[in-house]
């Protein structure tokens, strides 16, 4: 038993096709492109909220009378706790040159070893690195604190690499309904223009539409070819 043969699909169906696949191409670009976009931007911009934190507290005239007491966390820990809630960020913590802390949100790590590199930020420079410490990857500026043009100690603040995933993947939803959206209505747009086209070519393939145009034209042909021998 034969088994019939399927209809190729309509010009207009054709179209319609290549046109949703050529608009969800466009779309998923764009998303791509938005979120990759989205992510530098989310970094940046928590590079530069923990630097502005760190040389706040580097420039405090506080900070640096409370180095100069025996006891400098009894001072520095309360006050580094307030900056980090007030910013948001994960940590503010402010060690000696040899890098023994002085402050952390966790106290038990006071007195203990800094983890991270410090030795640009002892030469006078601040610096931003992406560390994995006690509170796991963060995104983190070290910059030095000067009593009279001499380093007496150093800042770090930071803000964990899992915040700012956290911030990018809330933004997600929002470019993925954008997408939706987008392709929604390029597809209903699409859509309305392909119904006129098949209205106009009757639902007819191209193959259906060029044998109907070889007919008009042997029809058109044959009716000359008529008109000449009535003539003659």
């Not at 520095?76 to 960020?89: H, K, N």
């Not at 994960?90 to 060690?95: D, E, G, K, N, Q």
């Not at 890098?99 to 106290?107: A, C, G, K, L, S």
Request: a neutral charge; one cysteine or more.
């Amino acid at each position: 038993m034969r088994l019939p043969r399927t209809r190729p699909r309509s010009l207009a169906g054709q179209l319609f096709a290549m046109q949703v696949v050529l608009i969800a191409a466009v779309v998923a670009g764009c998303a791509v492109f938005a979120y990759v976009s989205g992510s530098a931007q989310a970094e940046e911009t928590a590079a530069r909220q923990v630097r502005v934190a760190a040389l706040a507290v580097a420039d405090s005239p506080s900070v640096r009378e409370a180095i100069r007491t025996p006891d400098p966390s009894a001072v520095l820990q309360p006050y580094a706790e307030r900056v980090r809630e007030d910013t948001g960020i994960a940590f503010v913590t402010i060690m000696d040159t040899g890098r023994v802390r002085w402050t952390h949100p966790d106290e038990e790590q006071i007195g203990d070893t800094f983890l991270g590199n410090t030795a640009k930020a002892l030469r006078g420079q601040t610096f931003t690195e992406t560390y994995t410490g006690t509170l796991g990857p963060s995104i983190r500026v070290v910059t030095p604190i000067r009593d009279d043009g001499r380093i007496v100690g150093l800042v770090s603040a930071g803000i964990t690499v899992d915040r700012v995933s956290s911030q990018v993947r809330d933004q997600l939803g929002a470019l993925a309904l954008a997408a939706g959206g987008a392709l929604a209505l390029g597809g209903i747009g699409t859509y309305v223009i392909n119904a006129r086209l098949r209205r106009h070519t009757h639902g007819m393939n191209a193959a259906e539409l060029s044998r109907l145009h070889d007919y008009h034209q042997a029809t058109l042909h044959a009716v000359r070819e008529g008109l000449l021998m009535l003539d003659g």
